[in-house]
């Protein structure tokens, strides 16, 4: 029996008789080492379990979330010699790119979501995982404080400390209300699985309520207001997918309510999906107005109450209201309470998330990672280090720089700040030449020379071109993957892995920093059209791109289960329409 099964076998013999909770001691065979649950601590005064007091000479990895971030990382985590604990309040992995799908119907729950436990069985290594949230990490003591989700199940014992040797903290975001007042109480929310199945009860309910008899037509209209806040993506989409369901699906079920149903989408700025193209923008805003949805632009949402929502007009200042049915609240994410506590230990405060470096490692921590929503990567600025680039390019220290020199270590520097890359793409700069004739005037090539001071004009504007990444599943996921990679191979390069400012012939960094791909992004705007703005500022928008869509989306899912059950929902809508019982 392999350890990891007596481990899991164990724990749940556990969870049956908690008592037996604080003195049992388990002897694991195949591994050799003692895996001992140890006396209970105190912590705040609550009694707290450690059940991770393992005599291994493993190093232990304890990886926060099974989101994007956390999934791709155990997906791609090859090394052996780790022990890993998972630590999540959910045990599954969420396709959200599809949660607006599943708000009406058009797919299942639970075809988009992968038990944790399915996929990290695949795996040969060490790993468990325990269902619970973490509410504090002590990054001086390398614990974390967790609380299970069980609740009386465990006698009181609810509380457990882990220990790690690296966090990996993948713990995403919530969502951002701004301190809206009324907002919490009274908006939905679509951040996970479950809330996507409550928008889609509260939409079958409005349609339900409305229908009742003894209703003033003024009062059906007031229940089946949909307001929408944020175009965004998110907004955008589900706006679309409610309107199809209403058009396509419920519109023949409720046809004396149909011509009542109002959607709105309210956007604070000046345009929806102002993150894409401004084709697209312009096609989704013009295909909204056409289909009746009604998009308010500079509208701010100031208060919600539970029966209206009031918005203040950019343009003027004005305050009105409106009644509403459900308010679907979606502009944005914010930091959760946690991860704002444990910045502020680390001495990261008033910041939206954690700031890492291109390793992705915790800046002022040891041995701590994050990645994903709950991260940004503090770029390292050229003009900061331009001095030691100068005299390391600068080989035979002339105090000059020939563009011979410069050649040589071009590619190490574009390495390590990639915005000196981006800039000399979008300036249309063939070469670094270009860049250093820029500053130098019209000189022949081989007579450019540049001191200190004109290396430095040459490079000024370079840091211009840095941007913080998207919140999104393709950066959460390459994060992942990149830092398994980096524990794949941690033996090897774990002191200093980026090592100084190096370049070539005095040996390169081990490990490249993160580096972000971008693969393009969608915007599905319903009724079997989607835009699709992929790199290269290649925009189509449309039915073929709708297709693209499903592939893409159907090719991405977690596994062959995921991907099967998502196809079949797919052509079960296309055949019968999606159904509206209200459970
Ligand atoms: P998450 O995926 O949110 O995972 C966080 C994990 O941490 C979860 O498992 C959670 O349970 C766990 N956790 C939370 N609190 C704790 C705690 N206290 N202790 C331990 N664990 C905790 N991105 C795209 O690229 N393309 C899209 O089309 C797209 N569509 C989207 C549609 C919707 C409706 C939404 C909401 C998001 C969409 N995104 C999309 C964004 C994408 O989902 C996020 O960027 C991505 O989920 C971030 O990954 P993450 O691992 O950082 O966080």
Known sequence: MSRFSFYQRFSRAFNGHPSLANILVVFSISGGGLVAYSESKS????????????????????????????????????????????ISPRNYFAFTPLLPSVTCGTVEARSIVEPIRN??????????????????????????????????????????????????????????????????????????????????????????????????DEERKKILQFVVVGGGPTGVEFSAELHDFVNEDLVKLYPKVKDLVKITLLEAGDHILNMFDKRITAFAEEKFQREGIDVKLGSMVVKVSDKEISTKERGNGEISSMPYGMVVWSTGIGTRPVVMDFMKQIGQTNRRAIAT????????????????????????????????????????????????????????????????????KNKQMGSIV????????????????????EFKKALSQVDSQMKNLPATAQVATQQGSY?????????????????????????????????????????????????????????????????????????????????TLVVSDWTKRFVFGRDSSSI
């Not at 220290?397 to 190490?412: A, H, I, P």
């Open 43 to 86: 912590y705040d005064g609550v009694n707290i379990v450690n059940p991770s007091e393992v005599d291994s000479k493993k190093k232990r990895v304890v990886v926060l979330g099974t989101g994007w971030a956390g999934t791709s990382f155990l997906k791609s985590l090859k090394n052996s010699s780790y022990d890993v604990e998972v």
């Open 119 to 216: 996929i990290v069985r695949k795996k040969d290594l060490d790993i468990c995982y325990w269902e619970a949230e973490c509410f504090k990490i002590d990054a001086k003591n390398k614990k974390v404080y967790c609380r299970s989700n069980q609740g009386n199940n465990l006698n009181g014992n609810e509380e457990f400390v882990v220990d790690y040797d690296y966090l990996v903290i993948a713990m995403g975001a919530r969502s951002n209300t701004f301190n809206t007042p009324g907002v919490e109480e009274n908006c939905h929310f679509l951040k996970e699985v479950e809330d996507a199945q409550k928008i889609r009860r509260t939409v079958i309910d409005c349609f339900e309520r409305a229908s009742l008899p003894n209703l003033s």
């Open 357 to 424: 470096d291109e390793w992705l490692r915790v800046e002022g921590c040891d041995s701590i990672y994050a990645l994903g929503d709950c991260a940004t990567i503090n770029q390292r600025k050229v003009m900061e280090d331009i001095s030691a680039i100068f005299s390391k390019a600068d080989k035979d220290k002339s105090g000059t720089l020939t563009v011979k020199e410069f050649q040589e270590v071009v590619d190490d520097i574009c390495e390590r700040y990639p915005q000196l890359e981006l800039y000399l």
């Open 434 to 453: 270009d860049l250093l004739k820029d500053s130098k005037g019209d000189v022949a090539k081989e007579s450019i020379e540049l001191n200190i001071e």
């Open 483 to 563: 830092l398994a990679n980096c524990f794949n191979r941690m033996e090897e390069c774990e002191k200093n892995p980026e090592g100084p400012l190096r370049f070539r012939g005095e040996g390169r960094h081990r490990f490249r920093p993160f580096r972000y791909k971008h693969f393009g992004q969608f915007a599905p705007l319903g009724g079997e059209q989607t835009a699709a703005q992929l790199p290269g500022d290649w925009v189509s928008i449309g039915r073929s791109s709708q297709w693209l869509w499903y592939s893409v989306y159907a090719s991405k899912l977690v596994s062959w289960r995921t991907r």
